[in-house]
């Protein structure tokens, strides 16, 4: 069991950056995957960031110039670095973790970013 609890959204003006944090309940040195997704109104929810075990991250494509997922083992945390935010990234944004390949991921309940000026 993986308990995941996202902090850090709000309302921000285009331009300018937030950091989400997510802090996970146990070590996040356990766990094959990690990372952020979003989901806009009326949209499905897409892959922001991910960041497993061995360091490998992958980002998407509308945000890696952008944006940046790191992992902090000493507090158990997964944050996204987020630059130069527009209109487009208003959306609630998700935490994810899974354990290995063979489990169920686990889901935070969500963080709000608005972008709006």
């Known amino acids: 069991q993986v308990q995941l609890v996202e902090s850090g959204g709000g309302l921000v003006q285009p331009g300018g950056s937030l950091r989400l944090s997510c802090a996970v309940s146990r070590s996040i040195a356990s766990l094959r995957v990690m990372g952020w997704y979003r989901q806009a109104p009326g949209k499905q929810r897409e892959l922001v960031a991910t960041l497993d075990s061995g360091g490998n991250t992958v980002t998407a494509d509308s945000v890696k110039d952008r944006w940046t997922i790191s992992g902090d083992s000493a507090k158990n945390t997964v944050d996204l670095q987020m630059n130069v935010l527009s209109p487009e990234d208003t959306a609630v944004y998700y935490c994810?973790?899974?354990?290995?390949?063979?489990?169920?991921?686990?889901w935070g309940q969500g963080t709000q970013v608005t972008v709006s000026s």
């Open positions: 994810y973790a899974q354990i290995s390949t063979i489990t169920t991921g686990y």
